[in-house]
């Protein structure tokens, strides 16, 4: 009797032994294909703010926040003859003659060459007309109204004045055809205009979001790789879409006999810069124009300048 309870506590131990060794395995392999589906969800749905999974929206609006507060933190340059975005000096670009304001151009050498989105007079038109209409009348001549045929987003420079690339007429075709190549793989780019901002310089800025189409930071990696002897400092924030509308060269209007208050003023432009945000703020437009330009004077985009223009349509269709 009891080397048959023996056995069967034995046959029962093994038994049991046997359970157990299933339970444990079926436990560690679903923890571990927990854990997987777990990783794998993260990564195909990362926070929306953290680290490098900020959206190129995100990244745009903390850019333009820090511009917005610029003419705050640095006060109106421009009224003492400030620097440009460029380090260039008004007086280095501008001159008031005959009450005109009149551009100062100078020969680049070597010629600049810029790549830059194209905004065309269908849209551009009803900016530069409100622009005018709120601050034309305060400064007169005391401001210089960007061309409203030539309104662009900056992209990519093959050369600029500051890290100047010398170029033959070989090279520059080669250059110009590689960025007609990045222009046939691009989609148009349908926009908003998030906001306009004064900076220190004196410079009214519209700043530009994506609603859809290719984003300028894959354009400019795009071009970037298409134009490998360009300088590695461009001038621009890679995610950064902006168009300047005007720009401010000195006191506005003042019928006060009084001494200027310099806070009063600042409040002054903002107030100007609110007027037009509540007028042109949520503008859309879609941009489906690559130019490859050859500056010959200096800012010739932005003065009026002697120029070659050479444009590219986008190839991709969807938008």
Same mark, same amino acid.
């Given at each position: ?5 023996? !056995?069967?506590? !034995? ?15 079926? #436990?560690? #392999? ?57 380090? #260039?000096? #008004? ?21 600049? !060459? ?18 005018? !209409? @709120? ?7 005391? @401001? ?46 349908? %926009? ?26 894959? %354009? ?35 019928s006060s006999t009084e001494p200027r208050d310099t806070s009063n003023e600042l409040q002054f432009f903002h107030e100007l810069v609110a007027r037009l945000n509540s007028e042109i703020s949520g503008f859309e437009a879609m941009v489906s124009e690559l130019w490859y330009v050859e500056e010959y004077d200096v800012l010739a985009l932005a003065l009026n300048g002697r120029m ?12």
């Amino acid at each position: 009797m009891k080397l048959e309870e023996a !056995r069967v506590i !034995r046959s029962w131990w093994s038994h049991s032994k046997t359970v157990i060794l299933i339970w444990f395995i079926s #436990l560690f #392999l679903f923890f571990s294909l927990f854990q997987m589906a777990l990783q794998n969800s993260s990564h195909n749905n990362p926070p929306p703010f953290s680290g490098s999974h900020v959206s190129n929206n995100e990244k745009r609006a903390r850019l333009y926040d820090k511009m917005a507060r610029d003419l705050d933190e640095h006060g109106a340059a421009f009224l003492k003859d400030g620097e440009t975005s460029q380090s #260039l000096s #008004l007086s280095d670009i501008f001159t008031l003659k005959d009450g005109v304001v009149t551009p100062v151009l100078k020969a680049a050498n070597p010629p600049v !060459r810029a790549n830059v989105l194209y905004l065309s007079p269908e849209y551009s038109m009803h900016i530069s007309d409100a622009v005018k !209409r @709120i601050f034309g009348p305060y400064f007169e001549k005391a @401001i210089w109204f960007q061309n409203s045929s030539l309104y662009h987003f900056s992209m990519f420079h093959a050369s600029h004045h500051i890290s100047p690339v010398p170029a033959t007429e070989d090279e520059i075709q080669v250059e110009a055809n590689a960025v007609k190549a990045v222009a046939e793989g691009l989609c148009p780019l349908r %926009i908003v205009l998030d906001r306009v901002v004064l900076t220190s310089t004196g410079v009214l800025l519209g700043c530009w979001q994506v609603i859809s189409g290719t984003d300028p930071i894959t %354009i400019r990696d795009k071009l970037r790789t298409a134009l490998p002897h360009a300088p590695e400092k461009q001038l621009y924030d890679a995610a950064i879409l902006h168009t300047s509308f005007a720009r401010l060269l000195g006191h506005p209007k003042d019928s006060s006999t009084e001494p200027r208050d310099t806070s009063n003023e600042l409040q002054f432009f903002h107030e100007l810069v609110a007027r037009l945000n509540s007028e042109i703020s949520g503008f859309e437009a879609m941009v489906s124009e690559l130019w490859y330009v050859e500056e010959y004077d200096v800012l010739a985009l932005a003065l009026n300048g002697r120029m070659n223009v050479r444009r590219f349509t986008f190839g991709c269709s969807k938008a």
